[in-house]
């Protein structure tokens, strides 16, 4: 099976869109969306998939691959790895509100996931990554309601 990606694009700030996950690199995204667009989780910073951290950026404790299997346990699961390194996923269709531009062709956005809620906010719950206020701004992690 061929898997066609189309050109990515930063969608607009305060702009609403879905993403329908297929791809994750690593614990703060990007996140490939079958729409088109390629996500940057807001408000979170991961350990690059190396390990490393970028200078200047907040440097969780947890492991690199440790925080993008989360990701890809919340966006719905692994289905496999991609010729690029990223991880196939398949999970249900998110609700995204963009930041606007987060470095090349990713959008900065804070999703919701139907099963899991917002994303970064359950990161940021489960230790894998560390809440970054430079990029959340006031957005504040509500507790799960069960």
């Known amino acids: 099976m061929s898997v066609i990606l189309t050109l990515a694009s930063v969608v607009a700030s305060g702009t609403a869109f879905s993403c329908t996950p297929t791809h994750v690199w690593d614990g703060d995204g990007p996140i490939w969306c079958a729409e ?5 989780l807001a408000g979170i910073a991961a350990r690059e998939i190396d390990g490393s951290c970028r200078p200047g950026h907040p440097c969780p404790n947890t492991d690199a691959r440790a925080a993008r299997d ?18 196939r996923v398949a999970g249900p269709r998110l609700a995204c509100r963009s930041q606007g531009g987060a470095r090349g062709n990713r959008t900065a956005a804070w999703c919701v996931s139907p099963i899991t809620g917002d994303l970064s906010c359950a990161l940021v719950r489960g230790g894998w990554v560390l809440r970054w206020r430079r990029y959340g701004g006031d957005q504040v992690c509500r507790p799960r309601a069960r």
Do not use: D, F, M, Y
């Open 36 to 40: 088109g667009p390629r996500i940057r």
């Open 70 to 87: 989360a990701l890809v346990r919340l966006l719905g699961g692994a289905r496999g790895i991609a010729p690029t390194g990223h991880v």
